[in-house]
């Protein structure tokens, strides 16, 4: 390859790194089966315990986000595949081989990109489907239950989905960035699960006004068929997330033009 590359060949060439390589594979498998898995576990739970709610709990059950609780493992793994999909050849050094076969740094990075985004949303959306009807399943006959008939159910499906391929791509985005994958998992683990904790710390007045922010707080307004209060609507929370990930992939992008190839930081 050489300066002139195009971006569909230097999309195929990552294609072949991303489906050669076992780690990734495996990691993605065992992702969707872990999810899926998760998801059965946490409907059966629920169902073993439904009658011992109390009534208002009962009221305001969905039974849609529930059964999608395999996402609570899925957010952290696919950051993890994300931001390994770079950092792993920085580690190792192959990005001078990749940058020599490709110079064009925002062409690599887009193509990275694409590979990325269609193979976990594929993943991502086979299995949230799989996992919702699974959980349905279990629900039946002891629990409310939802259906993909309902344009809201569908939406909500499809946006957990769309919530964990995002995420993905936020993982890829710091790898860009930060160029080490301790860092970049470090950091991506800290946005869903200590940045939540600062914000409970802070007075409640600010909670309400801060919160809905949250990547993880957007991720379940956009799995939810209802709102809920002080929080987004499904479209404007997956409105937000994607700004979200505009901005990161563009510092990444930028830092990725500006740096030395072998820099680790």
């Known amino acids: 390859m050489n300066g002139d590359v195009t971006l569909l060949s230097a999309t195929k060439a990552e294609w072949i790194k991303f489906r050669s390589v076992r780690s990734t594979i495996m990691g993605v498998i065992v992702t969707f089966v872990l999810t899926i898995g ?10 073993g315990h439904y009658n011992e709610m109390d009534p208002l709990r009962k009221l305001t059950f ?12 899925a957010q952290f793994a696919v950051g993890v595949i994300g931001a390994l999909f770079i950092t792993s050849e920085f580690s ?29 949303f594929v993943m991502c959306e086979v299995a949230c489907f799989i996992t919702f009807q699974l959980g349905q399943a279990i629900f039946s006959g002891a629990v409310p239950t939802a259906s993909l008939s309902s344009g809201a159910v569908l939406r909500s499906v499809l946006f957990a989905g769309i919530y964990l391929t995002l995420l993905s791509i936020i993982g890829y985005s710091l790898g860009l960035i930060l160029r080490q ?39 379940q307004s956009m799995m939810s068929p209802t709102t809920a209060v002080n929080s987004f609507g499904a479209v404007s929370a997956l409105l937000i997330l994607t700004l979200y990930v505009v901005v990161v992939f563009g510092v990444g992008v930028t830092l990725l033009n500006r740096r030395d190839a072998g820099a680790s930081q």
């Open 62 to 73: 969905d039974p849609v986000s529930t059964s999608l609780g395999g996402t609570l493992f």
């Open 38 to 47: 998760l998801g059965a576990l946490i409907t059966t739970a629920v169902r």
């Open 92 to 120: 190792s050094g192959s990005i001078r081989s990749t940058l020599a076969a490709v110079p064009h740094r925002t062409r690599l990075a887009l193509s990275k990109l694409i590979v990325l985004f269609v193979s976990l």
């Open 181 to 219: 994958s301790a860092a970049s998992i470090s950091v991506f683990t800290s946005l869903l699960l200590i940045l939540p904790i600062v914000i409970f710390l802070l007075p409640q007045s600010w909670q309400n006004h801060v919160a809905k922010f949250e990547p993880s707080a957007l991720g």
